[in-house]
């Protein structure tokens, strides 16, 4: 099938790109590279059935983009995401993950696309009551990014009501994997590893207790590849494993994969910082027939690897192999 796919080059949407190529579906990306890379998209551009269209998903030129691939399926994960700039720049965040959101499901339902399938974030349910949360539980958006998000969700439901545009909306928890950037505020995985195979110093903000379901992209991709079929239509589900792992865990376990000292310094908490956070994946199961599989330490031992190859490839610096 045709399939398109908005933040294509990021860190998940690439990693989503490589599987879908693999099992044989056309695919177009729509990415403006402003937090993705070109570089991400290397393996998949050798490939006869991939197109890049970099553009922004709230220029008006993508409605003739999706016109002319026709694009059975969407999966949307173009976004800005970081929910610090969505603080500091609210308009820019509400104008690239709503207006951005509206302008890809008017095209959508114009070249007659079935289905949407939407990046969502585990920022939606604010400061959850009850841990791990249910895929139903209240949300609270805290955040211009967390209003967005959630924004998209019903955007999503207007449009399936409106002209019967079909979708399912994933709630992703902490993600982790190859591509990841440690540039990012959220991506600790990556943070970590890249500061201990540089021999940099490590930094826990609070006491180390603080709590993240960490899910693998594999896992992540998997999650959206079984959406893109005829399960889940109309409803939201967590893709995230359910454990909470403590940041001072965390640590310990990439400092083991990495061969580097366990010796994080400490530093203040985070204003804002959530102290505890995991989702209850097990709706999925029975709704996408998905699952987590990959055991957080076989995930981060492959993520060391990765990050090794990279830095070797790049000219890394001490510690790379
Ligand atoms: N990584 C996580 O842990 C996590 C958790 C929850 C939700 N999400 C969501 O998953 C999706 C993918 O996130 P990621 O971690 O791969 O981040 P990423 O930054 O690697 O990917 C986002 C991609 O969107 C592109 N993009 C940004 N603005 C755009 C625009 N206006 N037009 C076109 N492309 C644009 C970027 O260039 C980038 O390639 C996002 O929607 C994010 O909100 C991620």
Redesign the pocket.
């Known amino acids: 099938m045709r399939v398109l796919v908005?933040?294509?080059?990021?860190?998940?949407?690439s990693n989503l790109v490589d599987r879908l190529l693999a099992e044989g579906h056309e695919v177009a990306v729509?990415?403006?590279?402003?937090?993705?890379?070109r570089e991400n998209l290397a393996e998949a551009a050798g490939h006869a059935g991939f197109a890049l269209h970099e553009?922004?998903?709230?220029d008006p030129e993508l409605a003739g983009v999706v016109e002319r691939f026709r694009p059975e399926v969407i999966c949307?994960?173009?976004?800005?995401?970081s929910v610090r700039r969505s603080v500091a720049e609210p308009v820019h965040d509400a104008r690239?993950n709503v207006e951005?959101t509206v302008n890809l499901l008017e095209a959508a339902r114009r070249a007659g696309t079935r289905k949407v399938v939407f990046?969502?974030?585990?920022?939606v349910y604010g400061r959850p009551k009850v841990l791990p949360v249910p895929d139903g539980a209240d949300t609270d958006p805290r955040s211009p990014y967390a209003a967005a998000?959630l924004s998209g969700e019903m955007y999503l439901a207007t449009f399936s009501a409106l002209y019967g545009l079909e979708y399912t909306t994933l709630v992703?928890?902490?993600?982790?994997g190859p591509?990841?950037?440690p540039e990012?505020e959220?991506?600790v995985v990556a943070i970590f590893t890249d500061a201990l195979l540089s021999g940099k110093p490590t930094v826990v903000y609070g006491d180390g207790t603080q709590t993240r379901d960490y899910i693998y992209v594999d896992d992540v991709v998997d999650g959206f590849v079984r959406a893109c079929g005829d399960r889940g239509n109309g409803r939201r589900f967590n893709l995230g494993t359910g454990v909470q792992t403590t940041d001072r865990e965390l640590h310990s376990l990439v400092a083991a994969a990495a061969g580097a000292p366990d010796e994080p310094g400490y530093a203040p908490p985070r204003l804002g910082d959530l102290p505890a956070m995991a989702v209850d994946p097990a709706p999925a199961y029975e709704g996408l027939g998905w699952q987590p599989r990959t055991e957080l330490a076989v995930g981060l031992k492959a993520t060391v690897e990765w990050a090794r190859r990279r830095r070797g490839e790049t000219g890394g610096t001490s510690g790379a192999a």
């Open positions: 908005t933040g294509g080059a990021g860190f998940i949407g729509v990415d403006d590279l402003s937090s993705g890379d553009m922004s998903v709230t949307h994960l173009a976004a800005q995401i690239v951005g990046a969502s974030s585990v920022a998000k992703l928890s902490n993600v982790y591509r990841q950037s990012g959220a991506g």
